[in-house]
């Protein structure tokens, strides 16, 4: 019976050891059995911090890089196979940017530590930097790499994470600190996901003395097609700049720094469609600002603070936007919930813009569907919907339902919609009461 269990006990922990694909050696440690695992300790890395690690980090990304893999995934871009770079937990102080010494490589992990930019670290570089060292003239430069449960600090030297020219980049996980410049920045390629991730400039949960000196960006998407999902950033002094196509945001908490002191929560900046939807995220004394926003969509979303949204306008142009299902919470100044920054000129092409079903605590609702109602007795009915309606002068469609208990039976008109202002009139006095639905629409 003992040599059966023992025959049984081997045969499963060879099979689990196989299957996970390691094994212990003499020494009881557990080790790879595959080489696609680099533990950066094994290179000399230090975990504690104390001596430069930049070399043995990236001398472990290099052997990743220059595993044979297995096939290609884009045009150039070998696959890697899931090559896994472990940090092993460790706190690594690093002199330079990690950056990938070639370019056409994918599917690759870097996970598990932190990194921290030491004080002779080249102002404005990235920590971990996915452009390459020499370009090798590909489409997209890298493809399925994954940056999971790292921590950068920058030291107040640079940027946190620079993804070039890349295709299907996932950043899960990272908190990013003590950036100067940009917490992650992505420039051209697409599909990259940024999610469950914390970025702030300081350390601080709110309420910090030094909030109006935050400044850099917490994100920067300069490209199309992205994603930033479940993401808080706490302190910058902008939270996402996005100027690019068909992004999503979704499930992020910006309080970077507060309108008063000068930040914006998420700036969309031309050129270009915008293409953007900006759902389910809180924005906590701070707002949007969207210039010449086209295909723009705000939903779902929470205004904390007197945070509000700005349509800024540069030519002019504000196309299908829908912000609608919003709720605004503020201090009773009367903040307007949605403004129209017309400094450089007012809007002049506007379609399609519906502002409506948002909800306002201490805040002044502002929609592009106004409704009220007016009563007395006379021949002039004039509702005023200026406090109401986004754009200035803009009444395109109205109406309306008059009600008389009059025996007469009179004739009625809408005779004037200039500045906002509704006139409904009748032939002759009478009492009435004048239901109107001001659209700014079509
Ligand atoms: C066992 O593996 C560990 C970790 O890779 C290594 O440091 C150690 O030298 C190995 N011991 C032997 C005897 O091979
Ligand atoms: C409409 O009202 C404006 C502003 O009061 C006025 O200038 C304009 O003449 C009015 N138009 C008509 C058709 O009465």
Redesign the pocket.
Same mark, same amino acid.
């Given at each position: 019976m003992e040599q059966w269990r023992m025959a049984i006990f081997l045969l499963s922990w060879f099979t689990v050891h196989a299957v996970y694909g390691h094994h212990t050696n003499s020494s009881g440690l557990l080790v790879s059995a595959l080489d696609t695992v680099f533990h950066v300790t094994a290179y000399g890395a230090d975990p504690t911090g104390k001596v430069d690690s930049t070399d043995a980090i990236i001398a472990a990304i290099s052997d990743a890089l220059n595993l044979p893999g297995s096939g290609f995934l884009m045009n150039g871009i070998v696959n890697l196979g899931g090559a896994r770079i472990d940090l092993d937990g460790g706190s690594y102080l690093i002199s330079r940017p990690v950056q990938f010494p070639v370019s056409g490589r994918g599917n690759l992990l870097i996970h598990g530590g932190s990194l921290k930019a030491s004080n002779i670290f080249p102002n404005g570089g990235y920590m971990i930097d996915l452009s390459p060292a020499s370009p090798g003239g590909l489409e997209y430069n890298y493809e399925f790499v994954t940056l999971r449960d790292l921590l950068l600090d920058s030291n107040y030297r640079g940027g946190g994470i620079q993804v070039v020219k890349s295709l299907r980049i996932n950043i899960d996980n990272c908190y990013i600190t003590h950036f100067t410049t940009v917490g992650i920045s992505v420039q051209g390629g697409h599909e990259t996901s940024i999610r469950h991730s914390y970025l702030g400039q300081h350390i601080t949960a709110g309420g910090d003395n030094g909030e109006r000196y935050f400044t850099g960006t917490g994100i920067e998407l300069l490209g199309n097609d992205n994603s930033i999902n479940d993401v808080v950033i706490f302190s910058a002094a902008l939270g996402i700049l996005i100027a690019g196509q068909a992004n999503i945001i979704s499930e992020v908490h910006c309080y970077n720094k507060a309108t008063g002191f000068g930040g914006t929560g998420i700036y969309l900046r031309l050129p270009g469609l915008t293409q953007t939807r900006i759902v389910n995220s809180y924005f906590d004394f701070t707002g949007i600002v969207a210039e010449d926003p086209v295909q723009f969509t705000v939903s779902n979303s929470f205004f904390l603070g007197d945070a509000y949204i700005v349509l800024k306008s540069i030519k002019g142009v504000a196309n299908a936007v829908t912000i609608v299902d919003n709720m605004f919470s503020g201090s009773g100044k009367g903040i307007d919930i949605v403004q129209l920054d017309q400094n450089m000129g007012p809007f002049k092409q506007i379609e399609q813009v519906v502002v409506d079903r948002n909800n306002v605590n201490g805040m002044n609702l502002k929609s592009t569907i106004a409704r009220a109602r007016v009563q007395g007795t006379g021949s002039s009915w004039v509702a005023d919907f200026n406090s109401a309606l986004v754009f200035p002068n803009l009444i395109r469609r109205v109406d309306y339902t008059f009600i008389t208990d009059d025996t007469a039976f009179p004739m009625h008109a809408l005779?004037? @919609?200039?500045?906002n202002?509704v @006139?409904i009139q009748s032939q002759a006095p009478l009492p009435a009461s004048v239901f109107i639905t001001a659209c700014q629409g079509e």
């Open positions: 005779r004037n @919609v200039s500045g202002k @006139v």
